[in-house]
Structures are given as C-alpha cells and as structure tokens.
C-alpha cells in the first residue's frame, strides 16, 4: 500500500506563494510519473505540473512561469511552489503517484 501524505496550502492573498508537499511512503523512482493536480468548485480535474515517465516536466499553460515542482529523491518529497498566485488558482490541490493520489490540500486565493 502507497502513501501520499501532503503538506502545505491554506489561505492566502492575491499576488502571494506558498508551497504544498507531497511525501511517499516508499521512494519515487519507482513512480512511472508524479505530479499534481487541481480541482476548482463545478470543475474538472486538471493536470497543474508533473514528471512525466520519460524524464520531463509538464506544466498547465495556466500555471507556466508561477509554479514549479521539484523533487527530493531522499525524501521521496515532490514539491509544488506556488508564486504569483490568482483567485482562480482555489481549488483542492491532489499529488499522484502513477496510480496513488493523495488526501488533497485545498489552496484558497482570496482577491
């Protein structure tokens, strides 16, 4: 059983950062990708950031040049910092694992 314990989020204000983590119970190379994802009230799923299995990093096109996610393989931590942040950046922030997910941060950005 894998799991993704998450830190991080909470309230903050327009123009503001903060950073969620995402620690695994066993170490993240074995993870075919890792990542986040986001969902905002009455909206889809979608893929914020993520190491792709072939060794690259994804970003929404909402999110390039504000986010970046990171990784420590001694920590089996992946990491999303957050800059720049909107109000439409609110939603519940979920870490994935290939197919393991975790409890979901909510990250509010109030304007």
């Given amino acids: 059983q894998v799991q993704l314990v998450q830190s991080g989020g909470g309230l903050v204000q327009a123009g503001g950062s903060l950073r969620l983590s995402c620690a695994a119970s066993r170490s993240i190379f074995s993870f075919s990708a890792m990542g ?3 969902q905002a009230p009455g909206k889809q799923r979608e893929l914020v950031a993520a190491f792709t299995s072939g060794g690259s990093i994804n970003y929404a096109d909402s999110v390039k040049g504000r986010f970046t996610i990171s990784r420590d393989n001694a920590k089996n931590t992946v990491y999303l910092q957050m800059n720049s942040l909107k109000p439409e950046d609110t939603a519940v922030y979920y870490c994935v694992a ?14």
């Avoid at 290939?98 to 304007?111: A, E, I, L, N, P």
């Fill in 36 to 38: 986040w994802y986001r």
């Fill in 98 to 111: 290939s197919v393991y997910w975790g409890q979901g941060t909510q990250v509010t950005v109030s304007s």
